[in-house]
T-cell receptor, first 113, second 117 residues
Framework: AQTVTQSQPEMSVQEAETVTLSCTYDTSESNYYLFWYKQPPSRQMILVIRQEAYKQQNATENRFSVNFQKAAKSFSLKISDSQLGDTAMYFCAFPNAGNMLTFGGGTRLMVKP | DTGVSQDPRHKITKRGQNVTFRCDPISEHNRLYWYRQTLGQGPEFLTYFQNEAQLEKSRLLSDRFSAERPKGSFSTLEIQRTEQGDSAMYLC???????????????FGQGTRLTVV
């Protein structure tokens, strides 16, 4: 079974600055995916970015990018040019073969004006 | 299609009562998932369906919990004899799963917040 750990319960960042959220995981699989989901206050969870383990290139989606270190089993999320709308809970997640997700405990991100 | 919808959004019930939640997935998605999220924590997997078949159940799903997905469309999650420890957000998600890799984006509903008093 896989485990996902997020060591930063809360973080804050000034608007327009850059912030990095950490995630480590453990799995015995060699080919897998990793996700970052965002859960804004009182709104549904949405996918931010996805990384395929066999791809060496780090995924990028606009202001969001990841630093994927397969050997270290590390999967951090970098948010550039932070916006007030980025305020949310962020969850690192590992999908198994049936797409059932194992989530980390989450990081509450506050973007300050 | 407006995405995954869940009903009700909020439910307050007395301990010992039964409650039922409904989830309507995105219409073309054949996989449907239920998760439970307690305050300040990440969601935990409860169960999932492919079409009408319930393929996996977590050990978190005690015998007081039952889920159905008749005809492979909407799903219901029932909790019998509720306990205060059942208080949580219950999330439903759906995803396509038509072969190959199933590790695709799951689309979540807004959840049903249950409070047992």
């Amino acid at each position: 079974a896989q485990t996902v750990t997020q060591s930063q319960p809360e973080m804050s960042v000034q608007e327009a600055e850059t912030v990095t959220l950490s995630c480590t995981y453990d799995t015995s699989e060699s080919n897998y995916y990793l996700f970052w989901y965002k859960q804004p206050p009182s709104r549904q969870m949405i996918l931010v970015i996805r990384q395929e383990a066999y791809k060496q290139q780090n995924a990028t989606e606009n202001r969001f990018s990841v630093n994927f270190q397969k050997a270290a089993k590390s999967f951090s999320l970098k948010i550039s040019d932070s916006q007030l709308g980025d305020t949310a809970m962020y969850f690192c997640a590992f999908p198994n073969a049936g797409n059932m997700l194992t989530f980390g405990g989450g990081t509450r991100l506050m973007v300050k004006p | 299609d407006t995405g995954v919808s869940q009903d009700p959004r909020h439910k307050i019930t007395k301990r010992g009562q039964n409650v039922t939640f409904r989830c309507d997935p995105i219409s073309e998605h054949n996989r449907l998932y239920w998760y439970r999220q307690t305050l300040g924590q990440g969601p935990e997997f409860l169960t999932y369906f492919q079409n009408e078949a319930q393929l996996e159940k977590s050990r978190l799903l005690s015998d007081r919990f039952s889920a159905e997905r008749p005809k492979g469309s909407f799903s219901t999650l029932e909790i019998q004899r509720t306990e205060q420890g059942d208080s949580a957000m219950y999330l439903c998600a759906s995803s396509p799963g038509t072969g190959g890799s199933f590790r695709v984006e799951a689309f979540f509903g807004q959840g049903t917040r249950l409070t047992v008093v």
